[in-house]
């Protein structure tokens, strides 16, 4: 028998729509289809159960497109001579890239590098420099460090054009994280384009501003809010470098974005593809031609529990798995013990290895955008675009993300996101594994590294309702 003559004897018949829907409607005997079949984001954005492929769909590539994500791993000890043996032991296993947590910086969680002159040079002690990327996440001294990492490159004479580094300047972060500015909303402003000229005489590459959503997210913004804030703290990074009369198309190569992937892995994956369209789409509505965004993706704070810790790292795994499908151009993976303290070797050594698998042995960066004609990401990669630039009009119409801020209207509808999903898992909409569902009767202990928490910076002259980093786990028995 002929293959082909084979194959059609064997095939399914053909199917469209409207004769799945009527074996749909069958099944569910009278069950409005809406209620059961239909899913929803948390800006109740429809996720339907069968979509149609996109035709001439483009993919949505990473700024480096031939190569895969930077592993990054999280640097935060409040030691740091501890912190440069775990930098060493990193690299030393994989890791490409090491994000240097601060004290005070909003994704601290309480711990952080102690913020002193000499921290820089102690913790990236033997670090080759030309071979791993390098991020300072946001924080009040975000600046100053700015200055002392110059300094530092400088001693160790590294050639500028093999570095690979991310200032992670973000004042709006800082401002929302701890609710407090240095200076007024206006000297900020003012000072700032000097600042920024005098970066650009010295000539180091890399990010110099980020639109951070990470504090957003982990105090319970949703998808939309989050990427709403980031556009309109890149919009305002931008208006930066106007007034420092710089060329726009110069100064967007400069600007980073920081966002949060969860277990969610398909609205994270099309968070990060929605993300790069709202940044194309604002470039070229300043008359820039649109360059691609660089994204940096660190797994969900408010997703982890304390309850049966293991389960974080399937979390985690789903995010970073999202991150790396979705195109993020670094990723973080925070470890699975961090709601206990600060992490030991054991749970580091699992974060790294979390990508490592995924990206050595996985090869979830074979296919540039794998997510590019999926009738679901495509549309829901959509929806999510709607309702970002809607939020990020809304913050414009507030005077801008830092009065915004400022006036306490952002921190307002994120608290009020929050609360409705944690009266979801209250009731038992949603259910949280291991902690409301499959509980386990024991725990198994939890390493940890001695380490004091440290306190929220207490100096500053601008205040604004702070957003705090809520963990799903703990709302259930929180009072909102």
Not at 179 to 201: D, K, T
Request: glycine share 8%; aromatic share 6%.
């Amino acid at each position: 028998m002929n293959v082909d003559d084979l194959i059609s004897e064997t095939a399914f018949p053909a199917a469209d729509r409207s004769h799945w829907l009527a074996l749909v409607e069958k099944a569910l005997a009278g069950a409005p289809f809406d209620d059961v079949m239909v899913g929803r984001t948390d800006d109740g954005l429809a996720i339907e159960p069968l979509a149609s492929r996109r035709i001439g769909a483009v993919p949505l590539a990473r700024r480096k497109a031939a190569l895969p994500w930077i592993v990054v791993q999280r640097c935060d000890d409040t030691d740091p001579a501890r912190a440069n043996r775990q930098a060493l032991e990193d690299v030393a296993g994989g890791a490409a890239g090491l994000a240097l947590v601060f004290e005070g910086a909003p994704n601290a969680f309480g711990y952080g590098l102690p913020d002193q002159p000499d921290t820089l040079e102690r913790v990236l002690d033997g670090i080759p420099l030309d071979k791993v990327h390098v991020r300072i996440d946001a924080h009040p001294s975000s600046r100053a460090m700015a200055d002392r990492l110059v300094a530092f490159l400088t001693k160790r004479r590294a050639d500028p054009t093999k570095l690979g580094i991310s200032f992670g300047i973000d004042s709006a972060a800082t401002f929302a994280g701890t609710g407090r500015l240095r200076m007024s909303i206006e000297a900020l402003q003012a000072s700032m384009p000097q600042s920024l000229a005098h970066f650009f005489a010295i000539g180091v590459p890399g990010i110099l501003l980020e639109a951070d959503g990470r504090v957003f997210h982990n105090a319970g913004a949703t998808e939309a809010q989050e990427l709403g804030a980031m556009l309109a703290g890149a919009v305002s990074h931008l208006r930066l470098f106007e007034e420092a009369r710089q060329a726009l198309f110069y100064a967007a190569p400069y600007i980073g974005f920081a966002l949060c992937v969860d277990q969610d892995q398909f609205v994270s994956i099309a968070k990060i593809r929605a993300l790069r369209l709202l940044w194309q789409r604002a470039l070229e509505a300043t008359s820039i031609k649109p360059s691609r965004a660089m994204i940096h993706a660190e797994t969900s704070y408010r997703m982890a529990t304390a309850r049966d810790t293991e389960t974080n790292i399937l979390r985690a795994t789903l995010a970073a798995f999202a991150a790396g499908a979705g195109g993020a151009d670094s990723v973080s993976v925070l470890p699975h013990t961090i709601t206990h303290g600060l992490p030991g070797a054991f749970a580091r050594r699992v974060a790294r290895n979390t990508q490592l698998v995924l990206a050595a042995e996985s090869h979830i960066d074979f296919v540039i955008d794998p997510a590019t004609g999926s009738g679901s990401i495509e549309a829901l990669t959509d929806a999510l675009c709607e309702a970002a630039w809607s939020e990020f009009q809304c913050i414009e119409k507030e005077g801008g993300l830092l009065r915004s801020l400022a006036a306490g209207h952002l921190q307002e509808r994120v608290v009020q996101a929050r609360d409705r999903r944690a009266a979801e898992y209250r009731s038992g909409k949603r259910a949280i594994i291991g902690t409301t569902l499959f509980a386990a009767k024991s725990e198994l202990p939890v390493e940890t590294l001695p380490a004091s928490r440290r306190p929220l910076p207490s100096d500053g002259t601008v205040f604004c309702p702070r957003l705090e980093s809520a963990r799903l786990d703990e709302l259930l028995t929180a009072n909102t």
